[in-house]
């Protein structure tokens, strides 16, 4: 069974940092892509990021490109994302989502994500 902890938010102010993590179990980590997944209060899921298997291949959303950095420790099963100059927009449950072995497809494995981390964002 898919398991995963999301954790490392907080309240920060505009133009502040945080650093997500999430532990992954239940499937062999290093064989798939990984995502991270966003929900604002009254809104969609949204897509923000996603990294190939081996770490060398990242993807982001227009909206957070050179904010946000994406990364993967395989041998702690272990997702980031570093986030830098938050913005209030950026207010939302950050999830991590488990893609496929060759993309970073995720919307089919959305039940696979934990409980989420909260980052807000405001003065």
């Known amino acids: 069974q898919v398991h995963a902890v999301e954790s490392g938010g907080g309240f920060v102010e505009p133009g502040g940092s945080l650093t997500l993590s999430c532990v992954s179990s239940?499937?062999?980590?290093?064989?798939?892509?990984m995502n991270w997944v966003r929900q604002a209060p009254g809104k969609d899921f949204e897509w923000v990021s996603a990294?190939?298997?081996?770490?060398?291949?990242?993807h982001y959303a227009d909206f957070v490109k050179g904010r946000f950095t994406i990364s993967r420790d395989n041998t702690k099963n272990t997702l980031y994302l570093q986030m830098k100059n938050l913005a209030p927009e950026d207010t939302a449950v950050y999830y991590c989502?488990?893609?496929?072995?060759?993309?970073?497809?995720?919307?089919?494995?959305?039940?696979?994500r934990g409980q989420g981390t909260q980052v807000t964002v405001s003065v």
């Open positions: 990294v190939n298997t081996g770490g060398a291949g990242t």
């Open positions: 239940g499937f062999t980590f290093s064989n798939y892509w």
């Open positions: 989502v488990k893609g496929d072995y060759y993309s970073s497809s995720w919307n089919h494995n959305l039940a696979t």
